[in-house]
């Protein structure tokens, strides 16, 4: 899991749960993974069917065919040294709470990546951050706290996200599909094909989209594991 943490960090791009166990729920009568109700009535989100075929079959064809999908190494790039800490305002009390960078800051940083990012996928993923703030965290470990409402059924499961690296795997859920290659940073890796690393990226993609239930019937991972 390590070697899908430093690949995704490299990423120009932006399964098993990011941290903590799934915790499964039925969504709401009337409501499935495709519409939303809003303040008053009306559908605030809506998933794109034809996107959400595609990306099905995407991840059918990394799973049948992995050796198929090959890694390119990426061109060296200087970063900017890091703020010390990152400040995060609270959406629903105001308060304002600094974290430090080496930690959360870096998950507090991404926060309006990750919103913009959510928006765009086919499958209805939300956030919670308030654990990220000093008032309504409550004395929670910092993090964010993500639903999925699986693609197939629209039950509703959540896993946590607390780290850095859990934070740049995250972003493997915005790769656009169908994948045919992999930016594999600069020097980490070999050129070429790599079936493992392309099974285990799939997998964890699949796994934050879908529910355990839905994933073998999609034939997107095999029954009993």
Same mark, same amino acid.
């Given at each position: 899991?390590?070697?899908?943490?430093?690949?995704?960090?490299?990423?120009?791009?932006?399964?098993?749960?990011?941290?903590?166990?799934?915790? &499964?729920?039925?969504? %709401?009568?009337?409501?499935?993974?495709?519409?939303?109700? =809003?303040? @008053? =009535?009306?559908?605030?989100?809506?998933? @794109?069917?034809?996107?959400?075929?595609?990306?099905?079959?995407?991840?059918?064809?990394?799973?049948?065919?992995?050796?198929?999908?090959?890694?390119?190494?990426?061109?060296?790039?200087?970063?900017?040294?890091?703020?010390?800490?990152?400040?995060?305002?609270?959406?629903?009390?105001?308060?304002?709470? &600094?974290?430090?960078?080496?930690?959360?800051?870096?998950?507090? /940083?991404?926060?309006?990546?990750?919103?913009?990012?959510?928006?765009?996928? %086919?499958?209805?993923?939300?956030?919670?951050?308030?654990?990220?703030? #000093?008032?309504?965290?409550?004395?929670?470990?910092?993090?964010?706290?993500?639903?999925? /409402?699986?693609?197939?059924?629209?039950?509703?499961?959540?896993?946590?996200? #607390?780290?850095?690296?859990?934070? @740049?795997?995250?972003? *493997? *859920?915005?790769?656009?599909?169908?994948?045919?290659?992999?930016?594999?940073?600069?020097?980490?890796?070999?050129?070429? %094909?790599?079936? @493992?690393?392309?099974? /285990?990226?799939?997998?964890?993609?699949?796994?934050?989209?879908?529910?355990?239930?839905?994933?073998?019937?999609?034939?997107?991972?095999?029954?009993?594991?």
């Amino acid at each position: 899991m390590k070697r899908i943490g430093r690949l995704v960090a490299t990423m120009l791009m932006g399964v098993l749960p990011a941290g903590g166990q799934a915790q &499964e729920g039925i969504l %709401p009568p009337g409501e499935t993974s495709g519409t939303r109700s =809003g303040a @008053d =009535g009306a559908p605030s989100w809506k998933g @794109d069917p034809e996107k959400r075929k595609a990306l099905i079959e995407s991840l059918r064809a990394l799973r049948r065919e992995p050796e198929k999908v090959e890694f390119h190494s990426a061109m060296c790039y200087k970063i900017a040294r890091p703020p010390e800490s990152v400040s995060y305002t609270c959406k629903v009390c105001g308060t304002v709470t &600094e974290h430090p960078w080496a930690g959360v800051g870096q998950i507090v /940083e991404g926060l309006p990546y990750l919103e913009r990012s959510l928006s765009e996928l %086919p499958v209805r993923i939300t956030f919670d951050a308030s654990s990220l703030c #000093s008032t309504c965290g409550n004395g929670r470990p910092p993090g964010i706290e993500m639903t999925t /409402e699986c693609g197939e059924c629209g039950k509703a499961f959540r896993w946590n996200v #607390s780290t850095r690296e859990e934070e @740049d795997r995250l972003r *493997l *859920l915005f790769l656009r599909h169908p994948i045919t290659s992999f930016d594999a940073g600069p020097g980490k890796w070999k050129d070429g %094909p790599d079936p @493992d690393r392309v099974k /285990e990226i799939a997998e964890y993609i699949s796994s934050h989209m879908f529910c355990e239930t839905c994933c073998p019937i999609l034939g997107l991972k095999e029954a009993g594991r």
